[in-house]
């Protein structure tokens, strides 16, 4: 371990999928996926609704275990008290008056924190995602934005080296998305937080990706961005041709996968 808390090593492995299947009752969802998440990469999960990113992301955060094969996590991960998690939306009660505090707090939920300790980190969180000194403020009174920074903080208080954020800018205009991706760019680059996207926005993966994992009929194609996300595997998965600026990693010129059901 190093100063800051975190596995010592710029390429600990964090999470270990070998040859895992995942289902539910009598269905597999997943078969046979292997990947391994390394200390500051930057994963994006994608594919169309319904081939099983959610499923994955279950078994990450122990709520689907595995039907075979081996998921292995860091030390510093067991009872995912380091694994962070950003969810699309999670308001609270609106007829309950919540402040912001409160709302980044309920992140320590299953930790053993000393009061102390709790107003130091709730502090930190605010302050990593530039919503310092409103914790005492109303959380309706918050914009889009700045409520899916909120969502982050809300992970951050945790102190994760693990970060999964599902459809972070879905909703978003192009300024608070901007915002948003400028933030988690800046705690990968900073303090080597790894997170892993779920995503439908092709585009985000070419710009910001260091690995990719493709979902397709049950499988599952992880590796390096350049070896994974490429327009032949793109179109195998989404079904029609999918364009990349000079054949690499670019703009996407042809939009992704059509709305439908999650698994």
Same mark, same amino acid.
């Given at each position: ?29 997943? @078969? ?6 390394? @200390? ?29 094969? @081996? ?9 995912? %008290? ?35 300790? $709790?107003?130091? %980190? ?11 000194? %409103? ?18 903080a809300r992970a951050l208080i ?27 760019? %800046?705690?990968? @680059? ?30 599952? $194609? ?42």
């Amino acid at each position: 371990m190093n100063a800051a808390g975190a596995p010592s090593g710029d390429t600990a492995v964090l999470v270990a999928f070998d040859g895992v299947t995942l289902g539910y009752g009598t269905r597999i969802v997943l @078969r046979d996926v292997r990947l391994d998440v390394r @200390r500051g990469e930057r994963w994006f999960l994608l594919g169309p609704n319904g081939e099983g990113k959610s499923t994955l992301i279950r078994a990450l955060l122990g709520s689907l275990p595995p039907r075979s094969g @081996r998921l292995a996590t860091h030390p510093e991960l067991e009872g995912y %008290r380091r694994i962070g998690f950003v969810p699309q939306r999670c308001d609270p009660n609106p007829s309950m008056a919540t402040t912001l505090g409160e709302f980044v707090e309920l992140g320590l939920t299953g930790l053993r924190v000393p009061r102390g300790e $709790r107003r130091e %980190r709730l502090a930190e969180a605010l302050k990593r995602v530039g919503l310092e000194g %409103r914790a005492k403020g109303d959380y309706w009174s918050l914009s889009g934005g700045q409520r899916q920074r909120a969502l982050l903080a809300r992970a951050l208080i945790r102190r994760p080296l693990l970060l999964v954020v599902d459809e972070p800018t879905n909703g978003l205009d192009w300024a608070a998305e901007a915002a948003l991706l400028e933030t988690l760019g %800046r705690l990968n @680059r900073e303090e080597c937080l790894t997170p892993i996207f779920v995503t439908h926005h092709l585009a985000l993966a070419l710009r910001h990706a260091t690995h990719a994992a493709l979902f397709h009929e049950g499988t599952v $194609r992880a590796g390096p961005a350049g070896e994974i996300v490429t327009a032949a595997n793109l179109e195998r998965v989404y079904g029609r041709p999918v364009e990349l600026e000079g054949g690499r990693l670019g703009a996407v010129r042809t939009a992704e996968a059509s709305p439908g059901g999650r698994a």
